[in-house]
């Protein structure tokens, strides 16, 4: 779960929510609510905790562009691919696939032991 995490780069979402969340309770102190909101959220006035998430994101970036050049290069395979049956192979009659078949009664007296 913790990779998941850190490749779909949740991590940089939540240390943003608490960057907000932190910024807004600072602007609540001074200000009215409307302006506490529009200056948390311009991106005009970012703390050094969003500027610290805008530079790791940069940084991420970066190294994913190196990492994407890599290829991964597999060996050739054969032309020829045939699918093969197995040794042991049942075939079914005409008589056991018939409709008549799913209709029959069963053996009386039913069977007692399912190894003889």
Do not use: Y
């Not at 409307?34 to 790791?56: E, M, N, R, W, Y």
């Not at 940069?58 to 093969?84: G, I, R």
């Amino acid at each position: 779960m913790l990779a998941l995490v850190l490749t779909t780069g949740l991590h940089w979402a939540a240390l943003q929510t608490v960057a907000w969340t932190t910024m807004l309770a600072a602007n609540l102190t001074t200000e009215n609510f409307s302006s506490a909101v529009s200056q948390t959220f311009d991106g005009d006035h970012p703390c050094p905790l969003c500027k610290a998430i805008s530079a790791g994101k940069k940084s991420e970036k970066k190294s994913e562009a190196l990492t994407l050049k890599l290829k991964l290069e597999f060996p050739p395979l054969a032309e020829e691919f045939a699918l093969v049956a197995p040794k042991i192979f049942a075939s079914f009659t005409a008589k056991e696939i018939s409709a008549a078949a799913f209709f029959s009664k069963p053996p009386l007296p039913p069977p007692r032991r399912f190894l003889v």
